[in-house]
């Protein structure tokens, strides 16, 4: 059963930083993209972050770029998502999903395996 759990979410004071953690579980990581995404309430899901099956292509979204690290240990299983300098804007819910796609053009992909979510607070 293909699984990917996230944590490391909550409640930081603009400024601040947080680490996601996406642990994956019943297929081989080594094969896959990884994406992080993001929704916030009111607003459409978006792109985040992308870092390929053997973290040699990585994308980041304007609106986090200089301020997220994206990166992946195949050996065991997780990926993070280092997240600085956090504004309230940042305030979402942050999933990470899993696809055999390339990270190029990566948010027009459908990736077929996701998380449940891990949920972001950036406020004072």
């Known amino acids: 059963q293909y699984q990917l759990v996230e944590s490391g979410g909550g409640l930081v004071q603009p400024g601040g930083s947080l680490r996601l953690t996406c642990a994956a579980s019943g297929f081989t990581l080594d094969y896959y993209a990884i994406g992080w995404f993001r929704q916030a309430p009111g607003k459409e899901r978006e792109g985040v972050s992308c870092?390929?099956?053997?973290?040699?292509?990585?994308k980041y979204a304007d609106s986090v770029k200089g301020r997220f690290n994206i990166s992946r240990d195949n050996a065991k299983k997780m990926i993070y998502l280092q997240m600085d300098i956090l504004k309230p804007e940042d305030t979402a819910v942050y999933y990470c999903a899993a696809e055999l796609v390339p990270c190029n053009n990566y948010e027009q992909f459908h990736f077929g395996t996701w998380g449940q979510g891990t949920q972001v607070t950036v406020s004072s």
């Open positions: 870092i390929s099956s053997n973290g040699g292509s990585i």
